[in-house]
Every structure is written in structure tokens, then in C-alpha cells.
């Protein structure tokens, strides 16, 4: 009687536990972190460099149907400063350089999924086209996909180059330009992140400076020029998962992106590279 009594206890005690856990939400795991996917512009079928509006198509209900977490950039900070949690399966869509065609394929198919992405745009391509460049996006068309969910950060104002350096040439904005003392290049990385930061805010309105590396390249006099500036976040070209708090690998407040622009890579392909970050 008195083994009978027990089980029925701890059978009781046990319903009790999995109730609790189901009302108040609470969970034996934490969240595996976020994959950053990186996108670039869209090219011809069959290049496999180059991401297709098909593929893209294909990724994002991919995305949907394993009911993948699409966050938006301002999510994406809260969960890193630790204001908010995220659920297991998050992930940010980000593009770089802010080429037209993200408006004009990449915004009407993320509309269908009800995505948000963000776009680190070259500044001064926008505020200065060329004709003789690949077509940016207005201002104008990124006021209208603001408003709709899509969201525009610093990828430079004019330093996505490669330069002379004293023995190769490197990505501009972390290396000194032949000749360049510290105090000079500060100045011009400053000058350069600022501009683009304050024309980002003139014509979309207040919001963080977070910041792409050009070819994901950066350096520790870089990083302490962004510390000057207020940027606490910034994004490489290396592929991992980002966990609050980091992993050790990167400085803090860099993150890692997977490269999702290729169209060799199909839904089923990307789900896969997904789960091989974790």
C-alpha cells in the first residue's frame, strides 16, 4: 500500500513539474544562438557565384516551411544585449552593398514570406549615383521598404575598396594607404563611418550605427576608431553561429554570417548549411 501511495505521489508531483514548465515557460535549454545569413546581388541562372531570384525564392519558403524564426536587425541587438530572448531556429537575412535589384526581386518575394532583411548600403553610391557602377537603390525606395519591415545599415560611405598598401593591396577602411601615418588614417575612417552613419539618419530617421566590414576585414585600430563612434555591433564574411556573450573567436560585438548568395545553393541546401553552424 505504502509503495502504491508513493508512485501515485511522485506521479502527481511529476504532472505538476511538466504543467509548471508549460504555463510559466520554462525549459531545460537555452537558445542554440542565431545564423546570419549574407546576400549580395542577383545574378543570371546558372552562375553559381551569384544568387538567381528563383534560388532566393526557393530559400526563403524553405526557411518558412521548417518554420525557421526570421528576425529583424533590431531583435537581433535587443537578443545580444540581452534585453529579449529568441526562440531556437532565429535567424537575420542581411545583404550588403545596396544594389537596386534588392528592390526590385529581393523585397517583393521577402513581402510574400513576410520577411524582414536589412541591407548595409555604400553610402555615397546612393547619395552620389554612377551611372557607370551597378545601380543602388534611392532613397526614396529604401523609405518605402523601412516602412515595411526592411531596414538599412553602414557599410561605409566611400571605403569599399581595395588600396595600395605598402606591400599588397587591402581592403581600405582597415589598412593604412601607402604613406598614411595612424593619426591620418583614424582621421579618415572616422570621417568615413560618421558620413555614412549621418546621412543614414538624415534620410531614414534615428537608429543604431551597426556597421558590414567590407570583405569582412578589420583590425584592432579599427575596432577602438568604432569604439570613438558608438559602434557596438558589426558584422564579418566568416560563417559560424552567434551566442550572446560570443564564443571567444571574435572581438565583441563582431559577428559571424553565413554565405547564402549562391545559386548552386537551394532551399534544401541552405537548411542544411543552417544546421551544420550549430
Known sequence: MFKKSFLIAIGFLAAISISWIAIFGMSTHKPRGVVVLMYHDFGYSGNPSIINAEVFDDQMRALSENNFNVITMEQYVDYMEGKIELPEKSVLITFDDGYSDFYEIAYPILQQYQFPATNFIIVKSTDEPNP??????????????????MSFYNHTYDSHKMINTTDNKDPMLANYKEGETSELYRARVHNDLQKAHELLVKELGEQDNILAFPYGAYSDEL???????????????????????????LPEGLYYRVNAGLSAMDGEDLIKKITEQY
Open 132 to 149: 557607370k557602377q551597378l545601380p543602388h537603390m534611392t532613397w526614396d525606395q529604401m523609405r518605402e521598404m523601412k516602412a515595411n519591415g
Open 223 to 249: 575596432l577602438e576608431v568604432m569604439k570613438e563612434l558608438g559602434i557596438k555591433h558589426a558584422f564579418t564574411i566568416r560563417p559560424g553561429v552567434n551566442e550572446r556573450g560570443g564564443d571567444g573567436k
